[in-house]
């Protein structure tokens, strides 16, 4: 494949490429590079399999921008993902993607959050709606969105939907969307539902592109790792933490009964922490993220999924209190530390028995743990 050095070259207008530099974007990323070209000026279907952190917004959402017509101020682009979080930041990076050009609309709509706002929201012109699924059918239920003017529909985090359980929506959803004539799913993985709507849904020669798992972690990122047993991990965090006082970072748990246990245990340690996961309603998920981001908290703890989407600047280093279920959530997990050019530590807690999975991380990513005490 051609390497191109800049964003000119792949189609990119002069005036999102100022919003790129801006954003300290100027050099394509692999999935970019393949992408563009191919999404930019013709009506096609395609299926891309790309992990988290890859610059997937960018690659498919240039190209959407660039199709909208300002003019017809009905929705023309439909994006789809798992979470709020996910929704609300493609929404926002879209904002920034158009800062120097003419006004395109974007409106983010997802569960958790006052319907009837969302549905004063969608009266404005809007050319573009990112949403969750349950929530988008509830809207189109209530008639509060209209889908027949949309000619390119995006699947993000197709897997992550439809582990979340939403097969039966997406079905519906793209049934709504039809004779939409751009139909672009991204997946980190390809299990059995995604084929069945890869081959329902999307034309049977769509394009099909794969980026390597190994291209997408972060050279900036030490990955370390600490053993102990499951009764020390606590004691072994907060000596990290307390070692690492005016630094912020993020420890990652699979269940939020354990997030929620965590983030108990570090506060009876005088430790500023705070939790999201899937039970908190949304002002008390923002109400977080809004101390975090304004430094009022050294740690969030977070489950995999709900820390879908979260972008926070200057984090120092990612805890992983307990180890991934699925590899490409290592990737995730790790990539929210070393953003804009800084360097990050991942760190695993790992038990003698969990260091099997370690090695197979490393083997996939392509990426080297090294042993601290």
Known sequence: MTVLENFEELGIGKDYIKGLNELGIFIPTEIQNTVIPLLINNDTDLVGQAQTGTGKTAAYGLPLLQRINVNRKVVQGLILCPTRELGQQIAKQLFRFTKYTDKIFTEAVYGGAPIDRQIAALRRP?????????????????????????????????????????????????????????????????????????????????????????????????????????????????????????????????????????????????ISADAIHGDLLQKEREKAMRAFKKSRLQILVATDIAARGIDVADLAYIIHYQLPDQIDYYTHRSGRTARAGKNGISLCLVTSGELNQLRGFEKELGIFFEQVR
């Open 126 to 270: 809007t050319h573009i709606v990112v949403a969750t699924p349950g929530r988008l059918i509830d809207l189109v239920k209530r008639e509060a969105v209209d889908l027949t003017n949309v000619k390119t529909v995006i699947l993000d985090e197709a897997d992550e939907m439809l582990s979340m359980g939403f097969k039966k929506e997406l079905d519906q959803i793209l049934n709504f969307v039809s004779n939409a004539e751009n139909k672009w799913l991204f997946s980190a993985t390809m299990p059995h539902g995604i084929k069945q709507i890869v081959n329902e849904h999307l034309s049977p020669d769509a394009h099909r592109i794969e980026v390597s798992a190994q291209n997408v972690v972060n050279k900036n990122i030490d990955h370390q790792y600490f053993v102990c047993d499951e009764n020390e991990k606590l004691n072994v965090l907060i000596k990290f933490l307390n070692n690492r006082a005016d630094d912020r970072g993020m420890v990652f748990c699979r269940t939020k009964a354990a997030a929620q246990k965590l983030t108990k245990q570090l506060i009876a340690k005088n």
